[in-house]
Structures are given as structure tokens and as C-alpha cells.
């Protein structure tokens, strides 16, 4: 049975567990405030869901998400996170994260950023422009008319292919917008962002060209 360490128990880290145990995943969760404040999340999620620290889930996990904003001053398990595939869908928002010159200047992006707090992780962007809940209720067998896609960014081609099978077994087809520099054409006020709801393949694929630089949310 394969682990996810799931950083960060927010709407996005909770939907992406219910998402995981549904397709035969365990689970280890962590969030800022410490394991005893997840006792009915966990109770929620049921016995292949455990709660943790983010050091602890890190170690456990074959594989992590990272559901929280990025902070300057590095706070994720590196030493846990080694070597292994780790799933970051923070988004940039300024009013919410404060201001990063580095970013809103294009010299990197809070995914750049990310993987170099992780050195030794393979760190891909993803799920970042679907609604939480739709994590769970939007997806469609391959092949099903109409199928929503999701991008996915990396500058590790295994990474994207990890990512492209937990797509396809959550319900979702993948368009790699590889590598990290180029993980700004997924960001909030893109167009990719704004078609959340309804973005089939070739739509987003459209939609990530269209994207502008200099939106900045």
C-alpha cells in the first residue's frame, strides 16, 4: 500500500486525502498546529488516514504534497523529503503571502523557490488551478467526452509522469507545462486559472499559451 505524506490539512491537503483513500492510498497528515488538532478529520477519513508532524508524515510518505503557501524562510522536512517526488500546490498570492520581489520581478517562481528549499526532491507543480472540491467530484474515466485536464510542471520528467497516473486515477488528463520557470502560466487571474471549472485538454493547453506575465494577484 503505498503513502502519501500530506503537508498541510486545509481544503486542498483534505480533498487531495479523500481523493488518495478513495483510490486505495493511506495517509499521513500534517499541519501547523499539531496532530491532535486533526482528530476529526482523521476520524473523518478513516483507518488508512493517520495524523502526524510534517517531519513524521514526510519520512512515512513514498511520496509527499506540500498544501501550503510558501514562506521565504525555508520550513518544510528537507532531510525527510529526499529523493522523493514532492507535490506543491501553493499558488502566489501577494495579498495573502506578501510581496516577493524574485517572483512578481519573472526572475523564478514560487515553484523555483520550492525546489530549491528541497535540493534533494523532485518537485512538481500541481492540482493548483481546481477548486478543492471538485478534486473529489470532477473526475471522469479516461477516455469519458469531456474529460477536465490538469497542468503539471516540473524540471524532472519523472515527476510529471508520477503526476500524470495520480491524475488519471483521480479522473483528470494532464498537460505538462514543464519546466518550473514556465509554472506561472497555471497562476491565479491567468487564463488557465479563470476556466477552472470546465478545461478539457486542448482547452488548456490553449489556455496556458495565452498566458501574460505580468498578472499579478
Known sequence: MTTIAIIGAGEVGSQIARAAIANGYDVVIANSRGPETLRDLIAELGPSA?????AEAAAAGEFAVVAVPLELINNMPVDQLAGKVVLDTNN???????RFPVVESGAKTVHELRQEHLPTSKVVKAFTHIQAPRITTAGRPAGTPGRLALSASSDFPEAIEFVTRLYDQFGFDTVDNSPLSESWRSGPGQPAWVAHESQTRPELIANLAAARRDVVV
Request: charge should be positive; hydrophobic fraction near 50%; proline fraction near 0%.
Open 50 to 54: 493517520r495524523a502526524a508532524s510534517a
Open 92 to 98: 502566489y498570492m501577494a495579498w495573502r503571502d506578501g
